[in-house]
C-alpha cells in the first residue's frame, strides 16, 4: 500500500497548523473561524484516509475495532456530528462570549458594599482598582462550545473522551485531544499497510 496521497496528507497538516494557529489566536472571531476550520478539515482529512486504506484487502479486519471506538466515543462523534452541522445546517457549534467581568466582596455579609474604580481602555482592556478589598474576575470574550444540532438530533457538548473525563471543554482543548487520538491512528494504519518486501 502506498503512502497517503499528497492531498490527504496536505489536510492532516493543516489540522496540525490550525491547532496551532488556536494556541497564539487572541481575537475571539478569528479563534471561532479557525475551530469551525478544524472541525470541517479534521472530518474531510479522516474520511479521506479511510477511503485510501479501504483499497487494501487487509482493511475490514484493521479498521472494525478502530471504528467502533470512534462511533462509541462521545468527543469524537460530538465532532463528526459538528462537522454535519457546521456543513449542512450552517447553524455552526459554537458563538462569539463576549467579555465580562464579576467584583466581590472577601468574605462579604449582607449590606456589605464595594466600590473600585473601573477604566475601560481603546484597546478593550480593563483597569481595576479596588477601593476595598475584594476579588476581580475578568473572562475576555472567547469561543462558547455550542451542542451539535444535525438531521433533527442533538449532540451535547461532551463531558468525556477515552473513557476520562475532559477537563477543559474548550475548541482548543477539543482539538488538541483529537489530534492525540487520531495522530498514533494514522501512524498506525501506515505502518499496517506498508508495503512488505517478499521474503
Known amino acids: 500500500m502506498k503512502p497517503l496521497p499528497e492531498r490527504t496528507a496536505l489536510l492532516w497538516d493543516e489540522c496540525r497548523e490550525t491547532v496551532q494557529e488556536l494556541v497564539t489566536e487572541k481575537d475571539a472571531k478569528k479563534a471561532e473561524r479557525l475551530w469551525r476550520d478544524f472541525v470541517v478539515r479534521l472530518d474531510k482529512a479522516w474520511e479521506r484516509t479511510k477511503k485510501h486504506y479501504a483499497l487494501s484487502p487487509k482493511w475490514n479486519g484493521w479498521q472494525q475495532r478502530r471504528l ?3 462511533r462509541s466515543d462521545p468527543l469524537l462523534i460530538y465532532l463528526q456530528m459538528a462537522r454535519d452541522s457546521e456543513n449542512h445546517n450552517n447553524e455552526g ?3 462569539v462570549a463576549p467579555g465580562q467581568f ?3 466582596l472577601s468574605n462579604a455579609r449582607v449590606g ?3 466600590s473600585a474604580y473601573v477604566r475601560f481602555n481603546s484597546d478593550g482592556s480593563v483597569d481595576v482598582r479596588p477601593e476595598t478589598p475584594g476579588e476581580f474576575v475578568s473572562v475576555p470574550p472567547h469561543v462558547a462550545l455550542r451542542p451539535a444540532v444535525t438531521r433533527g438530533r442533538t449532540y451535547p457538548i461532551p463531558s468525556t473522551h477515552a473513557g476520562r473525563t475532559i477537563e477543559r471543554q474548550t475548541p482548543l482543548h477539543f482539538a488538541e ?3 492525540a487520538f487520531y495522530e498514533p491512528l494514522l501512524l498506525e494504519a501506515a505502518e499496517f499497510f506498508a508495503e512488505r518486501p517478499a521474503p
Do not use: P, W, Y
Open 112 to 114: 456589605d458594599e464595594f
Open 102 to 104: 464579576r467584583m466581590g
Open 177 to 179: 485531544l483529537a489530534m
Open 68 to 70: 467502533n471506538l470512534i
Open 93 to 95: 457549534v459554537s458563538d
